[in-house]
Structure formats: structure tokens, C-alpha cells
């Protein structure tokens, strides 16, 4: 490994990713059954933010309340070894390291767990669609970028409301000078573009079985990818090669 680092930004997607679930099923898995049956039916005619954002309307009708929203959030899977792991890492002094999440979840889905586990300053930025409590205890969603407005340009297959590709370049222009070495963590197809846009220098951190490998085996060569990647499965994997960087 390359001693000559001095700088290096850890790059978080959440779901599966920093969790051990995917926070928009799990709160519906665990206080909606039927709604999340009823999101497979619709989540190819409705964009995925509106489907998100028009199911916890529909419980919120039903009575939930913000409490057990926070609940469900706080008991959802999420491994001690990722806490140690980064914990550890934004720690340590040499090399420096700066935490970035870009996620298609939301705000309040992502601040409530990381505040559970004690993460709350991890990220220098959380790239996310907006998202807060209204009094009435409806968790109110809209989507990062105005379906309205202008969308976003990409070739290689994002989703509607989020290229993490784009959202990455930006936020490398938001904190020059670069960084030494990149290390991205992620597992889904919307975790390609940004992983496509590393250098030789940097690192994926893939994880098995899921979109983001079945997407590195079938385009990696044809797209051009150029970072190295290396493989886990489970959250003490990422911590054992947090502390061998
Ligand atoms: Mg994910
Ligand atoms: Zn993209």
C-alpha cells in the first residue's frame, strides 16, 4: 500500500452498505407488512422517493407515530465491528481521513441511526433526500433533486433523482485540495457510477452478492474501471481492512 498518503476521504453508501438492511423497507417490513408488499407491486411505475414518500403518508393515516418510526430505526441491523471500524479509522492521524455518505435514503433515516450508535459527527457531509417530522408526526419526504427542475445528465444508468457519480465529483470540488486515496463503500447498481470515476490509486469496497458486484463483473473491463477492488461480505471484514490500510 501506498505509504505517501496523508489525506484520504472514506466514502459511505448507507444501506447495506455503513447498515446492515435497507432503512426504506426495514420501517415498513417491521411497522407496515402490507404496505411493503404493496411498494413491490408499485416500485416500477413510481419513482422510488415518491413511492417512499407517499407510503409513510399512507402510515401516518394509520396512526404510527414518530416514536416507533425512531424505534424501528434505532433496532435495525447495523454491525458493532462498522462502529469500531470507523470510529477507529477517523481516529487515527496519519493518514488523515474525511467521511462522506451519499445515499439515496433520507436525512431523518440516516441521522436517528447514526446518533444510536454515537456516529452523529462521523460525516463532514450527508448527501441525501431531504427529510423532517412534521408536528403531526408525518414523516414528510421529497426527493434530492426537484423532479420539476432540471435532472441530472448521466449515461451509465443512474436512477431518476440521484447520480452518486455527479454527487461525488461535486463534493470533490466543495473540498480541494483531492485527496491522496479514495476508499468507496457501497453494494448497490447506483454505487457503479461513482466507483467508475476513481483513479488507479483508489479503492472499492464491494460488497458480496449484491448489485454493485454483479455490476463491476459485467461492465468493470467495457466501462473503463480503474480503482482496485476489494470484496467483503460482512461489517468486521471492512474493519479488518480499515486497520490494515
Ligand atoms: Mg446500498
Ligand atoms: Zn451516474
Known amino acids: 500500500m501506498a505509504s505517501n498518503v496523508e489525506r484520504q476521504l472514506v466514502v459511505f453508501d448507507f444501506d447495506w452498505s455503513m447498515a446492515d438492511q435497507d432503512t426504506d423497507r426495514w420501517i415498513f417490513e417491521v411497522l407496515a407488512p402490507d404496505i411493503r408488499r404493496k411498494m413491490k407491486t408499485l416500485k416500477d411505475d413510481i419513482q ?7 407510503s409513510l403518508e399512507e402510515l401516518h393515516g394509520r396512526g404510527a407515530t414518530r416514536e416507533q418510526i425512531e424505534h424501528t430505526l434505532k433496532i435495525m441491523p447495523f454491525h458493532p465491528a462498522m462502529v469500531r471500524g470507523v470510529t477507529k479509522l477517523k481516529e487515527a492521524s496519519n493518514p488523515t481521513t474525511t467521511f462522506f455518505c451519499l445515499s439515496n435514503a433520507n436525512s431523518v433515516f440516516i441521522s436517528t441511526i447514526l446518533e444510536s450508535k454515537g456516529l452523529q459527527n462521523l460525516f463532514e457531509e450527508i448527501v441525501t433526500n431531504p427529510a423532517h417530522f ?10 434530492r433533486v426537484d423532479p420539476a427542475g432540471p ?3 448521466c449515461q451509465v444508468g443512474c436512477s431518476p433523482n440521484m ?8 463534493f470533490l470540488k466543495r473540498h480541494q485540495p483531492g485527496f491522496d486515496r479514495i476508499i468507496y463503500v457501497g453494494d ?3 454505487d457503479f457510477c461513482p466507483v467508475l470515476r476513481l483513479r488507479s490509486q483508489d479503492m ?3 460488497r458480496r452478492f449484491r448489485g454493485l458486484e454483479r455490476r463491476i463483473a459485467k461492465e ?13 461480505a460482512g461489517a468486521w471484514e471492512v474493519e479488518e481492512i480499515f486497520g490494515n490500510l
Open 48 to 54: 422510488w422517493t415518491d413511492l417512499i414518500a407517499q
Open 134 to 143: 412534521e408536528p403531526s408526526g408525518l414523516l414528510k419526504l421529497r426527493r
Open 151 to 153: 435532472q441530472h445528465t
Open 163 to 170: 447520480c452518486k457519480g455527479e454527487e461525488l465529483e461535486a
Open 188 to 190: 448497490g447498481t447506483n
Open 204 to 206: 472499492v469496497l464491494c
Open 220 to 232: 468493470g473491463e467495457v466501462e473503463g474501471l480503474k480503482c482496485q477492488v476489494k470484496y467483503w
